[in-house]
Structures are given as structure tokens and as C-alpha cells.
């Protein structure tokens, strides 16, 4: 039963609570340019990061997909040894400073890294660096869908004479589509928003290294009108997947 | 209606973060600490610059390293500072905020190449920059550093492909350090506080990066009267910077 008046000491900070993360998203879309908004994103320079940062944070997605679903699906339906380890491994990237991330990359993939691919300054090491702090989100959306969907439906399948990869793709992944699409959404914001591990691992150079972020962030310094363009460009695409996904959480209600 | 609402918050907020905290911007209370603002370039020679100024006058400094610029930007935003200094004159000159002084040049300095120690890739100047597959990497074109790079190089003829533009100096100097660039242009007191670890490459062609601190407040002008003291001035030269002219 709901209460019929919530109490004024929870309502005054839930309102705070609201405020607080309202108020700079507002601010921000008070001091957009909003007329000279279509000159600022369609300079060279805005068009190039917003380009590169659509073909990093797709190919991040990518990337998570390719082994973020095999990873959901090992956690969710195999037993071995250190799975705990490994869960908490998959999640550490949500909760570590994406600096230290980036920092990591260097020392694994740089030029002197220990597997030596010198990804450092490449798109690819963009891509590797988004795709870092995007699987997690991909990983334990699935994840949880796996253990919530009947494995029954796989012994069924399996009966009925599927093979184990058939089963994986006609079966099992169309039970966990939802929640597919909702980590795919969250992983590709995620990626698109990616700065701290992309700046430290793959530099800054536009149209190579460059993405929004790292855009919004150096133009601040000489520009603020066009960062706060930059910025609300950001906020609209962050919007537009929590939309989509709202649509997509609807549906399947 | 809404915008009136939001605007009513706003200042309430304000209203509630601004009473109680001591601003830097207020002269009454005498302070125990001052917040200098400084160039990325100044970080080791401040840090001795504030312990002997700390001694002098019992007054702690906190500094915010960071890119020229992007203290700038800081400042203009409302970031609260008792003194800034940084690596070029055109760069102060962008502060819309109001100073307390005006600006004093204290140092100079000079742009050098570094490699990875030993110089593996065998680079004696200028020209060797523009080598292909050769890694370098420079200060963006916002930070001082990056500006005199490309003096430098420009006055020298030659044009050179960086892998990366970094947001302040010592990311050049950190990424040729950890050998993920061949080389990079830094300031030589830059260099010199990476001791062994980077090769140091005379650039003839640099000009002389000059160094200006300015106060906000009363506070701050002591700390830049300091810095141009015979103690601030003989601190500075031990860290390689050049005397003001």
C-alpha cells in the first residue's frame, strides 16, 4: 500500500537528489548557442570527431559483441574453477578510473607492452580503449538474462537433435535479445562517452585518435561556446539511446 | 515559468555553497594557504618555489597543474586562484576575470628534442623529425608548449606528422619516456627533470618561451613577488629555467 503523503524530510532530499542531477544538464542547455548551434557542429573539426567517435564507439560494440556474448554466456551456463574471479575481473572495469585503464592498455598493448601491438596513437587503440570500459555493461546484461531464461528450453533443444552451436544461436540468443539490445545500447553510450582511457592510451590527433570527448574537452580551452556545443551534441545522442531503449523495454513488457 | 524555476534554484544553490567556505577572493581572514594556478612545465620548480616560500612567510601553497590553457579556461569559469602563472604571455592574456596586479615575467625558457634514452633512432635535429614511421609527438596547438614547437619547427622548414597532440607537456615527455614515441619537443627544463631516461636534442630554431604570474588577490602577489625575489629567481635557475630579460 502506498502511503498517502510521502514524508517531507524524504521528499525535500529526493527532490535535492533530483535537482542535483537536473540542474547541470539544464544549465548546459541554457548557455547552448542554440543559433549559431548548426555552424559550430558542422565545422571540420566537429564533423571529423563526430565521425570518428561514431566508427570508434561501433567498432568498441563490435568488439564487445564479438566476445562479451561467449563471456556472458561462459558465466552464465558453464561451472569451472574461478568463476567468481572471473565475474568480478569482468565488472572491474565499471568501478576502476578509466585513466588507470588507459594506463594499463599502454603497458599491455603499447609499443613496450607485453603483448607488443604498439596500438598506442592508432584508431584501434581508441576502439580497444572504448571496448575496455563498454564490455562490462554488455557482459552483465546478458549475463543476468542467461540466468533468469529456463535452460530447459537448450535441453529441449538438444533432444530434438540441435547441435550445441545451433542451439547457442537459434535458441538460446533470441531468448536474450532484450536484454542483448539494452547492453548493446548501454555499452555503445558508454564507448561514445569513453575519455580518460582514450587520451592516456591512443593520444589525441584529430581524425585519428580524437573523438568527441577529447573535442569537447581540448575546445573548452579556447572555445567554450563551441564545447558547449560539442557538449549538448553529447547530451542528445546519450538521450536518444536511453529513448530507444525505453521503446525497446516497452515492447517486450 | 520552467526557466524562472531553474534559475530560482540556481541561486539558491549558490546561495547555500557560498556561505560558511572561505573564498580565496576575500582579503579580511588572513590565510594559511593560497592556491597557485601553474603551468604544467613549472610543476618541479613550483613545488621547491612553495616549500621555500612556505618557510618565509608560514603560508602553505596548494598549486592545480595543468596546460596554460586550460588553467585559463578554469580561471574564466570562476575557478578560485590567488595567483596564475603560466607558460606564455598570449595565453594570460586571454583572462576576462579581474586581476589584483599585473603580470611580471619571472622565466625563460628553451625547446629541446627528446628521444628514448640513447637516442636509438639516431635524430640530430630538426629535419630528422619529418622521418617516416618515426613515432613524435607534440603539445597540442592550444598549449604553449605546442605553439613554440611549431615556431620552432616552422622557423627550421620542416614539416612533421605528430601521432598525438598531447593537452599539456608532460604528456610529451611521459609518452617518449614510457617509449611509445620516438621523440618530442619539450621545454629543456622538461628534459632535465627526466634525467637519464630521455636523450636531450639541442632545437636551435626554438624561441624563447617566456613565463608571466600575475596575482587575483592580495594574497597571490605575494607569491609573485617571490618568484622574481633572489630566492624565487635562484630556485628557478637551479631547475635550468633562464633568468626574465
Redesign the interface.
Known sequence: MKPARPPLSLATAAVAGAVFLLLPLISLLDRTPWQSLPRLLTSTSALTALRLSIECSLGALALSLAVGVPLAWLLARVDFRGKSLLRAAVTLPLVLPPVVGGVALLLAFGRHGVVPLSLSFTTWGAILAEAFVALPFLVLAVEGALLAVDERYDDVAATLGSSTTRTFFRVTMPLVLPALAAGSALAWARALGEFGATITFAGNLPGSTQTLPLDVYLTLQNDPEAAIALSTLLLALSLLVLVAMRSRWRLTR | MR?TL?IA??GV?AAACSSGSRRPGEANAKPHTITVFAAASLANAFTDEASAYEKQTRVHVRFSFA?S??L??QL??GAPADAVATADTATLGKLTIRLAGTPAVFARNRLVIVTAKGNPKHITGAADLSRRGL?V?LA?P?VPAGRYATAALQAAHVTVH??????NVRGVLT?VG????DAGIVYVTDADSAGTKVATIALPTSPIATYPAVAVDAIGQSFVDFLTSSTGQAILARYGFLRPE
Open positions: 526557466r531553474a534554484l540556481v544553490l596546460g590553457q586550460d585559463v579556461a574564466n569559469e613515432v609527438v597540442a592550444s605528430p601521432k598525438s597532440l598531447e593537452d609518452k614510457l617509449g611509445e614515441a
